[in-house]
């Protein structure tokens, strides 16, 4: 079964998150994000996979290769310029015009069953069949009205005030017969949603939903990107240790993973589920609390807590200070006493000395410094990335 992912969007809200790598490769337990979803695919039995690129390309190119280590074959096209969801796909058209493909986009995170849902479209005579989610608050989605025999009616993206004739929200997931590309024109901006969907609809030609069973989400901004990292550690099988693990008399409460030559201090908590990256050191008296990812060599002064955090790799967080439902990425130095309040999101290789506290829902972009004693309450950006 074949598969094409987008991965060709830069990522602006997620920034400054996506200034050193595209948004498929923000990690998820310490992996890129688009080797989540390969590895989801292959494991459904989609082993031909098409990977339209664009923004930061070579980055995924050389994370994902040719594909053999994951069980598939992975065959990659480039776009010059933006084309639009269905634009992509058509430039990949020389891939996929012999089959049934489906279409996802590279930051999804998921676990659906997407076995069901091609053989469901093989069943039928749509062009496309979309993935379909029941969700409170449908307005950043398109929203479909389907009938009880699986026809949708019809289909509008981003609902205004008024126009939410449904809560069933488009994942994003299609499921499409070749014929769409003799809808898509060539070299030109064109979406799936806005486009090709209202013209299939408005020619009386057939469209398909299915309603999506499992968890889902796309990392299109910070808030979504915390709860695709809590649904991957709710995951976790059991406690793994790879490699050299060093304790004193700290307690540790599964399910962890940790990598190799992790060194925890003396009196420090562990609460899972929590996965460290190699070569990282926690030392005395630290709380790290549930739904916490740490990467690859770090380090943990004493006396400080993290909790519900996602600290990338290279990072120094130092002594009694709090992370709390915060993001850092790579290369960051937090100073002793610092206090990092929900929703913050800190950019690679930022300073930040000791005694700040940074406010809720702060974001701080790349290669700043943070002055000791500084109380940060607005984003903070750097002329040099904008």
Sequence with gaps: MKACIMCGGEGTRLRPLTFARPKPSIPILNKPSVVHLIEHLSKEGFNDIVITLGYMAEKIEEELGDGRIFGVHIDYVYEKDKLGTAGGVKNAEEYLRDSPFIVLGGDHVLNLNLREMFRFHEMTDALVTIGLLSIDDPREFGIADMNVNNRINRFLEKPGPGEIFSNLASTGIYVCDPEIFDWIPSNKKYDFAKDLFPDILAKKRKINGILARGKWTDVGSPQAYRQAQRWMLESLPGTTIEGHFKTQDAR???????????????????????????????????????????????????????????????????????????????????????????????????IIESDVTVHSNVRIWPEVLIPSKSKVKEDIFNDAYM
């Design 252 to 350: 540790i409460k599964g399910p962890v993973s940790f990598g190799h030559n992790v060194s925890v201090g003396s009196n420090s908590a562990i609460v899972g589920p929590i996965v460290i990256g190699e070569n990282t050191t926690i030392g005395d008296n630290v709380l790290i609390g549930p739904y916490t990812a740490i990467g690859s060599n770090c380090v943990i002064n004493n006396d400080s807590r993290i909790l519900s955090s996602y600290i990338f790799n290279d990072i120094t967080i130092g002594r009694n200070s709090n992370v709390s439902g915060s993001t850092i990425d790579n290369g960051t130095k937090v100073g002793n006493n610092c206090s990092l309040e929900n929703g913050t999101v800190i950019g690679p290789n930022v």
